[in-house]
Nanobody, 114 residues
Framework: QVQLVESGGGLVQPGGSLRLSCAASGSIRLYTMGWYRQAPGKQRELVATRTMFGSTNYADSVKGRFTISRNNTKNTVYLQMNSLKPEDTAVYYC?????????WGQGTQVTVSS
């Protein structure tokens, strides 16, 4: 069992930046780590993933603005978010997947507003 705890969310103005962190209770070395988000009234959607081999995948809406990274020594995954837009407002969730194991954090709110 892996517990995931997100942090780093908050209120930011359009064009600003935030860095989200996701701390895992155990080793994430073999996991594909990801960030997802859910805006009010919408389904949860993929933001970015990073495999154990370093391969990344991004939603088209965040390409060039967001960067996912991981530190396996610290069992932490990050999401650097730049040039934030109001439509990025959502609860952001961390995810860890390895075979049949699929874990989620509780989420952190990101609000982009002037």
């Amino acid at each position: 069992q892996v517990q995931l705890v997100e942090s780093g969310g908050g209120l930011v103005q359009p064009g600003g930046s935030l860095r989200l962190s996701c701390a895992a209770s155990g080793s994430i070395r073999l996991y594909t780590m990801g960030w997802y988000r859910q805006a009010p009234g919408k389904q949860r959607e993929l933001v970015a993933t990073r495999t154990m081999f370093g391969s990344t995948n991004y939603a088209d809406s965040v390409k060039g603005r967001f960067t996912i990274s991981r530190n396996n020594t610290k069992n932490t995954v990050y999401l650097q978010m730049n040039s934030l837009k109001p439509e990025d407002t959502a609860v952001y969730y961390c995810n860890a997947v390895m075979r049949q194991n699929d874990y989620w954090g509780q989420g952190t709110q990101v609000t982009v507003s002037s």
